[in-house]
């Protein structure tokens, strides 16, 4: 049995392996805007090492929203996963936007790389929510039919 943490865990893996393959599309096909990545990677003052931002990106798609996700999703106030996902990467964005960006020095809501990084930003924040909260509820599911592995009328573990 998996933990609501550890659930989290993997949709946020999966969510940021999604959002990884949009990330090369950009950057191969476009630039349509500044990257993620990109963006990390001046964030944390290693402007010509992008690594560190792909990197970042993963630490923090996977092992900190992820598993926050796990912890939210019973609270939070829509009716889909999918929503909830949603809600829950899109607040994650605003809060990112407000606090840190600025913080970093590139500026409210990254608006110092463009309104076209903004949109890109919004606009994958929200796959983001999407898949994590698809597979996430894939998961709690899967648990859920498995619930004939009871002992006494209580989960094995």
Not at 14 to 28: C, D, G, K, P, R
Not at 52 to 57: C, D, E, L, P, T
Not at 76 to 87: N, V
Request: hydrophobic share 55%; with cysteine.
């Amino acid at each position: 049995m998996m933990s609501r943490v550890q659930k989290g865990l993997v949709a946020g893996l999966v969510a940021t392996i999604a959002v990884s393959l949009l990330e090369v599309a950009n950057l191969m096909l476009g630039p349509w805007a500044v990257s993620f990545p990109r963006l990390l990677s001046v964030m944390l003052q290693t402007p010509d090492a992008m690594a560190v931002g792909w990197a970042a990106h993963f630490l923090v798609g996977a092992v900190v929203l992820g598993p926050a996700f796990g912890v939210l999703c019973p609270r939070l106030p829509t009716d889909t996963p999918e929503s909830k996902g949603i809600l829950f990467a899109v607040g994650a964005f605003v809060l990112m936007g407000l606090t840190v960006a600025p913080l970093a020095g590139v500026g409210m809501f990254f608006m110092r790389a463009g309104f076209g990084t903004l949109a890109w930003m919004i606009a994958t924040h929200a796959v983001y929510g999407i898949v994590l909260g698809n597979i996430y509820a894939r998961l709690v599911e899967r648990e859920r039919r498995r619930g004939h592995d009871l002992v006494h009328g209580a989960p094995a573990h």
